[in-house]
C-alpha cells in the first residue's frame, strides 16, 4: 500500500470511498462537484479535441491532391460543407481552454463549467456531422451510387444512438429508478 493510501474496509470503493451500493454515497459538496465536472471536460475534451484535429488536418490537406481538381460540385459541395463543420467543431471543442483562461481566477467556475459542457455538447453534435460528411464524401467517389449514402446515413444513425440516444436512455432509466425507490 502506497504511503497516500487509506485502507479501507472490504467492499468499499477506493477512488469514491463508499461501499459501492447505489443510493449510498455521501452527498458531494458544491465545491467538489464543479470541480470534479471541471475535470471531466478537461479529459473529455482533450479526446474530442485529438480526434476533430486529427480529420480536420486530413480535410485541409485534400483540396491540395491533383484529384480534387476533378471531383464533380456535388463532392465539392459536400467537401466545402465539410469543412465548414470540422471548423466549426474545432472551435467549439477548443471554446472552454480559452473560456477557462480568460476567467481564471474570477470566481466563476461555476459558469465555466456550465458553457464549456453546453460547448462540448455542442462541438461533439458538429464533430459527428464532420464525420458523416467525410464518411459520405469518400464513400460517393469509391462508391458511385445509392450505396455510399446508404452507408455514411447508417453510420451516423450509429453515431447517433451511441452517442446521444443512449446516454438520454440511461439517464431517464436512472432518473425512474430515482422516483420508483
Known amino acids: 500500500m502506497a504511503m497516500t493510501e487509506q485502507p479501507t474496509k472490504a467492499g468499499t470503493c477506493t477512488s469514491c470511498g463508499t ?3 447505489p443510493g449510498h454515497e455521501p ?4 465545491r467538489e462537484r464543479v470541480n470534479r465536472r471541471w475535470n471531466e471536460i478537461l479529459q473529455e ?6 480526434g476533430v484535429q486529427i480529420l480536420f488536418g486530413f480535410l485541409l490537406s485534400v483540396a491540395f491532391t491533383p484529384v480534387f481538381r476533378d471531383l464533380p460540385t456535388f463532392d465539392r459541395a459536400v467537401y466545402v460543407i465539410t469543412v465548414v463543420l470540422g471548423a466549426a467543431a474545432t472551435g467549439s471543442l477548443i471554446a472552454p481552454v480559452s473560456i477557462h483562461r480568460f476567467l481564471s481566477g474570477q ?4 459558469e465555466v463549467v456550465e458553457a464549456a459542457g453546453r460547448l462540448m455538447m455542442c462541438g461533439m453534435v458538429l464533430l459527428a456531422l464532420t464525420i458523416g460528411c467525410t464518411l459520405l464524401l469518400i ?4 462508391l458511385p451510387s445509392l450505396l455510399g449514402e446508404l452507408l455514411a446515413g447508417g453510420v451516423m444513425l450509429w453515431f447517433a444512438l451511441c452517442w446521444y440516444v443512449l446516454p438520454l436512455w440511461l ?4 432518473a425512474r ?3 420508483d425507490a
Open 107 to 110: 470566481r466563476m467556475k461555476d
Open 139 to 142: 464513400l460517393h467517389v469509391v
Open 27 to 30: 452527498p458531494e459538496p458544491a
Open 19 to 21: 461501499d459501492g451500493a
Open 45 to 50: 475534451t482533450r479526446v474530442a479535441q485529438t
Open 177 to 179: 429508478r430515482g422516483t
Open 171 to 174: 439517464r431517464r432509466r436512472s
